[in-house]
């Protein structure tokens, strides 16, 4: 049995309000999103690195995934200094509860993660995520994030810090490691 076709697909907007809206209300979604209209007011707008998609299993719509580049003064003020300049932030969702846990999320992380990579400038992708959505965590994983260290949200608790480097840099063993220069 051949396996679904999973895409990154365009977003279109006619579509972006109601699809978005009615997943972050489901309640598999919003007890990792939050409020939804903080979501929805979201957009990748002209910034460099950044972008929303849809993620279409069979050509339909289940999920989304949307990236942008992290400012320098939004990682210090997260304490995360050891992250460098140019890395991307990923969010994702499967809007549909019965495509949860089988693959759809890990399999769009690696396009989008094929996708970044194309561009030399981006050092790596994080995402967080809370320590106890552990299915999300092994989708992140199976995707080639890594669990890089955990931290307290004061909103969100428990957290993981997940990495993803490029496997076609030299210096990526030590990147996350090393500290940043000023």
Not at 19 to 45: D, F, I, Y
């Amino acid at each position: 049995m051949e396996s679904p076709s999973i895409e990154l697909g365009p977003v279109e907007s006619s579509a972006r309000g109601a699809l978005l809206s009615e997943w972050l209300r489901r309640p598999h979604v919003a007890r990792w999103w939050g409020e939804a209209e903080a979501a929805l007011a979201w957009s990748p707008g002209e910034a460099d690195g950044s972008g929303e998609s849809f993620i279409l299993h069979d050509q339909r719509p289940v999920g989304y995934v949307r990236w942008q580049r992290v400012l320098r003064c939004d990682l210090d003020a997260a304490g995360l200094h050891e992250v460098p300049d140019g890395a991307i932030d990923i969010d994702i969702l499967i809007g549909e509860p019965e495509l949860t846990g089988c693959g759809v999320g890990s399999r769009a992380l690696s396009q989008l993660l094929e996708r970044l990579w194309r561009d030399p400038s981006v050092p790596l992708a994080g995402m967080s995520a809370s320590a106890a959505n552990e299915s999300a965590l092994r989708a992140y994983e199976k995707a080639g994030f890594r669990r890089r260290r955990a931290y307290t949200d004061p909103r969100w608790g428990p957290m993981w810090l997940m990495i993803a480097e490029r496997a076609d840099d030299p210096t990526r063993s030590r990147a996350i490691d090393s500290p940043r220069s000023k």
